[in-house]
Each structure stands twice: as C-alpha cells, then as structure tokens.
C-alpha cells in the first residue's frame, strides 16, 4: 500500500483546500502571454487526464519559478535555519530579517535570465514543469544567483540547496491515480507539447515574496 502524498494535510486537506504554510521566499512570477497561455493548457489537459482529479490545482495567479527557497516558517531546525536568525522569531521578524539579508546581497549575474522547458513531472508530491538555463551560461548564473542569496542568509550549506532543481508547480497530489500508468503517459504527451509550444520560458524580474500558503505569493521588494 502506498504511503500518502507528502503534503496531503500539510499543504492541502483531503478536500484540496489550501492549509497554512507560511514563509518568504524569492521567485520569478509566469505572467500573461504565450508562455502563461501553454502552461494553462497542460494544466487545462492533465486535470482533464484519468487521475487528475487527485491533485489540487494551483491557481494561475500563483504560477512562479523559485530562484531561492528561503524559509518556511514550520520548519526551523538546524541546518534549515540561518544560525543568525532566533528559532523563535515571530513570523513577522523572520520576514523582515530575511528581506534584509536578500535585499542587501550582491548579486554578480544580474537577472533577467533564459531558461527552458524540459518536461513535466509527477515528484515530490506533486506535478511541476522541469526547468533549466536555456545554456550551460545561463544555468551558471543560475546557480551563482542562487549561490549568493544563499550566501547572504546564511543557507549555502542547506541539504538539497546545490542539487536543487528549477520548476513550475502546477499542482499538489491529494491521492494517487488509479492507473499511474495512463498517468504517466499523459505526463509524457503534455510535456512534450508544452516544450513545442513554448521552447524559452521568461519569468518575472527576482521579487521577495511572503506567504501564508500555496496559493499565493505577496511581493515585498524586487531584486532587478
């Protein structure tokens, strides 16, 4: 028997509601045009797929690539969260102290930066588009941007933070698809039509974000 999606009663209930997970974070938003318009047809084709309604789908509004992960406010263990930021803090003054140490970060490889569609995948607990520079230069100034905010907060040595992978999420798993093979197929059949469709992703300019859960990401600053 398989284990329940990991983020079912975390991030969403059973019934696809959105649940508290709060946190700040830096992120490009996908705005209106042609990109934005595939993105919303692979959505529109894997809700509409056998086992698509086991996810919650994510409001448009909320579509982004995260360029830094910063802080969720749930998880503060050592090693998660900067050293030089109490455990304690109250939300509000973790926020303001992760704004800060972005705001003030240099940046070497300024944004804005070329990247590329490389498929759709169902992992991690739910469906996201994969993402990569559009170059081997641009993933470089990719990681170095990231590198640096990590740097800044004092996060360079976060588990996952060098093999972290670029993506769009697009959805959250509430239960797992009957045949996870007709599933698998139309992840395939999507993917490959939205890489077609939309070969170079733009994102938005760098915006330090808060957020109360998944649903929707509030700029504080822009980092361009």
Do not use: Q
Not at 123 to 151: C, K, M, N, P, Y
Not at 171 to 193: C, I, K, N, Q, V
């Amino acid at each position: 028997m398989k284990a329940p999606p990991p983020y079912l009663g975390v991030r969403f209930d059973a019934e696809g509601r959105a649940l508290r997970c709060s946190g700040c974070t830096v992120i490009g938003h996908i705005r209106p045009g042609p990109v934005f318009d595939a993105l919303v047809a692979a959505r529109d084709a894997l809700a509409a797929a056998p086992g698509g309604a086991c996810f919650a789908w994510l409001p448009p509004s909320s579509w982004h690539m995260t360029l830094f992960d910063g802080l969720l406010h749930s998880r503060r263990s050592p090693g998660v969260w900067p050293e030089a930021l109490p455990e304690d803090a109250a939300e509000a003054d973790a926020d303001a102290w992760f704004l800060e140490a972005v705001r003030t970060a240099p940046i070497a490889p300024p944004p804005p930066f070329a990247l590329r569609p490389t498929g759709i995948a169902a992992s991690g607990g739910g469906i996201g588009v994969t993402l990569e520079g559009a170059t081997a230069e641009e993933e470089s100034r990719l990681r170095a941007f990231r590198d640096a905010l990590a740097a800044a907060t004092g996060l360079a040595d976060r588990p996952g933070h060098a093999s972290y992978r670029f993506h769009v999420t697009l959805a959250y798993a509430l239960s797992h698809p009957a045949d996870h093979e007709a599933f698998d197929t139309a992840l395939a059949a999507t993917g490959a039509r939205l890489i077609a469709a939309a070969p170079r992703v733009a994102v938005g300019p760098p915006e330090i974000c808060v957020f109360d859960d998944m649903t929707a990401f509030r700029t504080l600053a822009l980092l361009a």
